[in-house]
Nanobody, 131 residues
Framework: QVQLVESGGGSVQAGGSLRLSCAATGLTAYKYCMTWFRQAPGKEREGVANIDSDGSTTYAHSVKGRFTISKDNAQNTLYLHMNSLKPEDTAMYYC?????????????????????????WGKGALVTISS
C-alpha cells in the first residue's frame, strides 16, 4: 500500500524558513515524478515544485528562487526547503507521486499541467506565515 506522509509544517514569521518532508512507503519515490502542491484558504490548489527521476526540477513562478525541492533516495523522502517565506505562502502543502508521467510542465500557471497523472497524494501539512 502506497503512503505519502508530510511533516514539518508549522507557524513562522515572514522572512523565516521551514523544511517540509514527505516520507514515501510502498513506492520508490526517486523513480517517479514527485510534486509539491499547496492550497491556501479560499483558493484553488496549485503546483509548487516537482522533481523528476533524473533530478530535474520545475518551480512555480511565485516560489522560484525561494523554495528548493530535493529528495533523499536512501531515505525515500521528498523535501521542500522554503526560505524568505511570505504571508501568501500560508497554505496546506501536499506531496504527490505520479508513477506513469514525467515531470514536464509546459505552462506552469496551469494546475492541470502539474496535477495530471498524480496517482498518490499525502494528507497535507499546514504552513502558516505571519506578517
Amino acid at each position: 500500500q502506497v503512503q505519502l506522509v508530510e511533516s514539518g509544517g508549522g507557524s513562522v514569521q515572514a522572512g523565516g524558513s521551514l523544511r517540509l518532508s514527505c516520507a514515501a512507503t510502498g513506492l520508490t519515490a526517486y523513480k517517479y515524478c514527485m510534486t509539491w502542491f499547496r492550497q491556501a484558504p479560499g483558493k484553488e490548489r496549485e503546483g509548487v515544485a516537482n522533481i523528476d527521476s533524473d533530478g530535474s526540477t520545475t518551480y512555480a513562478h511565485s516560489v522560484k528562487g525561494r523554495f528548493t525541492i530535493s529528495k533523499d533516495n536512501a531515505q525515500n523522502t521528498l523535501y521542500l526547503h522554503m526560505n524568505s517565506l511570505k504571508p501568501e505562502d500560508t497554505a496546506m502543502y501536499y506531496c504527490a507521486a505520479g508513477v506513469a508521467r514525467t515531470c514536464s510542465v509546459v505552462e506552469a500557471t496551469l494546475y492541470s499541467e502539474w496535477s495530471y497523472g498524480m496517482d498518490y497524494w499525502g494528507k497535507g501539512a499546514l504552513v502558516t506565515i505571519s506578517s
